[in-house]
């Protein structure tokens, strides 16, 4: 405020035109989905995502600079960003929900269990199990699955190691040691790429031994779709903070205004408690 006037931030063409290029990629991806072409559509579309996103963030950082963002705003940031991992919670619980619901619910019924069973709809030997191990006929299913206590426990690790580092690098810069935060956040950013390449790892001895993948039946399909969702996040996560260390670098943030360091902060600790979940729910129970 300057003068009993208010300076605010110009009116933003950004997300008309971040609907618009989502809008694209989504037509694109049904096209993909149901006619097997459209991917020239799609990936337009994902490139016209990312190129909104980095202007986007581009002008929030510059009217920062420029002292744009007062106490109010900043409270904005935080809902808006606090809303939007509610929103991911949200995303993660349908995908959870689902795979209790087979293995609760669906299982037993087909093993004629309750008022809803349907014993011996499959085949006459069917007993419920999850996963069901090579099933006879023509019906999909894995030949093994993994041990958790394997690549899944290090990828854990991994994650549950970042946080902490990424804690360690946070209170660093709330106290202006920015050397302890570049390190200590240059050494999460390590551990994310690692984690990406372990499950990379993983996902081809699922292909190439255990038979495990998108045609193994609902256990493959869940597997998939928690896991990839997850990496995809931990993708995006990375680099995300990959941005911040760079903004570290340049000298952005302050001890006491630095929340674009701490929404990268929030969002990584949300994707690992959702691996915690993952680690329990997929690979050990």
């Not at 016209?48 to 109010?72: C, N, T």
């Amino acid at each position: 405020m300057s003068g009993g006037s208010y300076y605010v931030p110009a009116t933003s063409k950004w997300p008309i035109l971040g609907s618009l290029s989502l809008g694209l990629m989504m037509i694109g991806t049904g096209q993909v989905l149901v006619h097997d072409r459209g991917t020239s559509l799609m990936a337009l579309g994902l490139l016209a995502v990312l190129a909104v996103m980095g202007l986007w963030f581009r002008d929030v950082i510059k009217e920062s600079h420029q002292g744009l963002y007062d106490a109010q705003m900043d409270r904005s940031f935080r809902q808006g960003m606090g809303w939007f991992i509610f929103s991911e919670v949200m995303f993660f619980a349908a995908f959870f929900g689902a795979l209790f619901y087979i293995r609760t619910f669906a299982l037993p019924w087909l093993d004629g269990e309750g008022a809803k069973g349907v014993a011996a709809l499959l085949w006459p030997e069917f007993t419920a199990s999850w996963p069901l191990l090579e099933p006879p006929g023509d019906v999909a299913g894995p030949r093994d699955t993994f041990s958790p206590w394997q690549l899944p426990l290090v990828n854990t690790l991994i994650l549950v190691a970042s946080s902490i580092t990424l804690t360690v690098a946070h209170e660093g810069l709330k106290e202006g040691h920015r050397e302890t935060t570049r390190n200590w956040l240059f050494a999460t950013l390590l551990l994310a790429v690692t984690f990406i390449v372990i499950q990379g790892v993983e996902y081809y001895e699922a292909y190439s031994h255990y038979g495990i993948t998108l045609e193994a039946g609902i256990y493959g399909a869940t597997f998939f779709l928690l896991t990839g969702f997850h990496g995809a996040h931990v993708i995006i996560g990375a680099t995300i903070l990959a941005v911040m260390l760079v903004r570290i670098l340049r000298g952005h943030f302050s001890s006491d205004s630095h929340f674009g360091f701490e929404a990268a902060c929030w969002y990584w600790h949300f994707v690992d408690v959702v691996w915690i979940g993952l680690f329990l729910f997929v690979y050990v129970f």
